[in-house]
């Protein structure tokens, strides 16, 4: 039995409205109901992504296959936004009671449904951004990733701090769509193509003017690093990050950001043979990776420490950007996915009983040592401690990085992960080295338990043993001949 | 005679006049007013290479219209969303001012 690619995009929409008739139609069911619903359906369509028909390799002139790609990147990265979704609603499970105190609706769960319901829609945006190769098809999902991302990011509106969250992401974003839209534009004017294929075409022509196309990618890209949080497009994440629910700010820093570099690897594809490019985007890696690890050292507050660094994984990510490697990228974020999720579960569950300081973590292995444990092995993976997925994906960035001559961002890398270990192990002094001030256990629910377990095996799992993933990536790289888009990216050197 | 150049003048101050009122601009509704401008620069000069652009049939590129309609539909939607925001904050802090909002800090 196979399905074609489209569905799964379809079959997620279904879930999501399915989830928000249950809300809107039966008002006493309890809310979380609707949480576990949507959790097996997405698991279902993760099951169903492995019984996929193969999808047409060329890229069609006109119709639904000249914008809509189902290449083995594209149906990685939908998989990859399906899990992350599905982590993510574990985790609003565990903060739906912050939730229900920051909404005052007529019943004692007003407001759940569409929490649950919210990331859903996220999620298709996500997926069809990974499958999108046509520009206006790139602006209308990252939209709706976006445009679902303002209201579940303002959405305990109650609490002054995430309103303001809510807003400052508001006009960056949109300032940012400006940016979007008309760096297209440009690219528009002088190739008169929105397909990424025949805009590559289109600049393979010696005759044509070089130069608006590049203002106009140099335009896109400003729009990109907003997304991905590359200096100096960075200025709202650690206010965003901090004022967002917890569960929010994990999916926006996963989500978003795989999503920003997918779009990033495939709009890059034709710029790449123009040297500036490469200059810019190595400066851009630089900055960020300096900027992100600086900045992150004198936090006290682990939500912020989080957003700082996001901020320099995505200078790490950059340098495989940089290195044309898109199967370091993808290894590294599958990695990061793993590490991020992980802290933030942790840090839910514990800021529900005391806060989100790092003070608030002292003594925390006496009080719960599975915790403490999750907590270790998250932190370790970030700092890039050998034998977790960290480790290897640095690893796997900073080889490509070699292979393709980049020494400079070799050295500041190597550097800043140094920086890095002492911020990350901060946490994790505070946890094993620090008394508590109180000795209550943090009380964990057994799917969270569960789900922590998860993530933690696959931390290890893929720091020792790599293959699984690196397989499913092979199958990206060794594609049918008409894929051009990711190709070259991977082979080029 | 006006050329496909002119357009793209009027577009690109458009765009210049809406990222100043981003910058130089203290009140959240005018900020947000200054955003919708800049996705109208871009229409605006879509529309113009659509129409100046012409295949070889005599026919305008019709995708760049599309387009066309596709950001004015983002862009109401980004406005019913982004008004929304606003009041709330406005409920919350009798205040649309930015300097009123930046309790967030390190």
Redesign the interface.
């Given at each position: 039995m196979t399905i074609g690619a489209p569905t799964l995009e379809v079959e997620v929409l279904v879930i999501g409205l399915f989830v928000l008739m249950i809300e809107a139609f039966f008002e006493r069911i309890d809310k979380r109901t609707l949480a576990f619903t949507a959790i097996i359906g997405l698991g279902a369509v993760l099951a169903a992504s492995f019984f996929l028909a193969p999808a047409p390799t060329e890229v069609a002139s006109t119709g639904f296959w000249s914008f809509y790609t189902a290449d083995p990147l594209a149906i990685f990265f939908k998989r990859f936004a399906l899990v992350t979704t599905i982590l993510v609603l574990v985790m609003m499970i565990d903060y739906a009671p912050i939730v229900r105190e920051s909404i005052h609706g007529t019943t004692h769960q007003s407001g759940l449904g569409e929490f649950f319901a919210l990331p859903i829609f996220t999620c298709v945006g996500l997926m069809w951004m990974a499958s999108a190769i046509d520009?206006?098809m790139i602006?209308?999902s990252l939209?709706l990733v976006t445009?679902s991302f303002?209201?579940l990011v303002?959405f305990t509106?109650?609490n002054?701090?995430t309103?303001?969250?809510?807003?400052?992401y508001?006009?960056l974003s949109?300032?940012s769509?400006?940016?979007l839209?008309?760096g297209?534009?440009?690219i528009?004017?002088v190739t008169?193509?929105?397909n990424l294929a025949r805009v590559a075409a289109a600049l393979a022509n010696p005759a044509i003017e070089a130069g608006p196309a590049l203002f106009g990618m140099v335009l896109v890209l400003v729009a990109l690093g907003f997304k991905i949080a590359a200096v100096p497009f960075q200025m709202w994440v650690?206010?965003v990050y901090?004022?967002a629910p917890t569960p929010v700010t994990a999916f926006l820093s996963v989500g978003s950001k795989a999503a920003g570099f997918v779009v990033l690897l495939r709009v890059l594809q034709p710029f790449f043979m123009l040297p500036q490019m490469e200059r810019l985007l190595t400066m851009i890696a630089l900055l960020t990776l300096i900027y992100g690890n600086l900045a992150a050292l004198?936090?006290s507050?682990l939500k912020?420490l989080l957003a700082y660094s996001s901020i320099a994984h995505a200078g790490y990510l950059l340098i495989g950007v940089v290195s044309l490697s898109g199967e370091a990228v993808s290894f590294y974020l599958v990695a990061y996915l793993l590490m991020t999720l992980l802290s933030f579960a942790v840090l839910i569950v514990v800021a529900k009983q005391t806060g989100e300081n790092i003070e608030d973590f002292n003594g925390l292995a006496k009080r719960s040592p599975f915790l403490a444990l999750a907590m270790l092995i998250a932190m370790a993976s970030l700092a890039g401690v050998p034998f977790t997925a960290g480790f290897l994906g640095k690893f796997f960035i900073f080889d490509a990085a070699i292979r393709h001559h980049q020494s400079a961002l070799v050295v500041v890398g190597v550097i800043t992960v140094a920086c890095g270990f002492y911020y990350y192990l901060k946490v994790v002094r505070a946890m094993y080295w620090e008394d508590a001030a109180s000795n209550s256990t943090v009380p964990l629910s057994g799917l969270s338990r569960m789900t922590m377990a998860a993530m933690i095996a696959g931390i290890i799992f893929l720091g020792v043993y790599p293959q699984p993933v690196l397989n499913a990536l092979k199958a990206v790289t060794r594609k049918p001949s008409g894929d051009r888009i990711a190709e070259p990216l991977i082979n080029r050197d | 005679m006006v050329t496909l150049g002119h357009y793209l003048i009027v577009s690109g101050l458009l765009f210049t006049i809406g990222f100043a009122g981003v910058l130089l601009r203290r009140n959240i509704i005018i900020i947000f007013m200054s955003l919708e401008l800049m996705l109208n620069a871009a229409n605006l000069s879509l529309v113009a290479f659509s129409r100046f652009r012409l295949s070889a049939a005599g026919m305008p590129n019709y995708n760049a219209q599309v387009f066309v309609f596709f950001i004015i539909t983002v862009a109401a939607a980004e406005v019913a969303v982004g008004l929304a925001i606003i009041v709330a904050l406005y409920r919350a802090r009798q205040t649309t001012h930015v300097e009123d909002v930046s309790s967030l800090k390190f």
């Open positions: 520009f206006v602006f209308v939209e445009m303002y209201v303002s509106r109650r002054p701090a309103l303001e969250a809510g807003v400052k508001l006009i949109a300032l769509t400006g940016f839209v008309y297209i534009t440009w528009f004017g008169g193509e929105t650690p206010d901090q004022g004198p936090q507050n912020r | -």
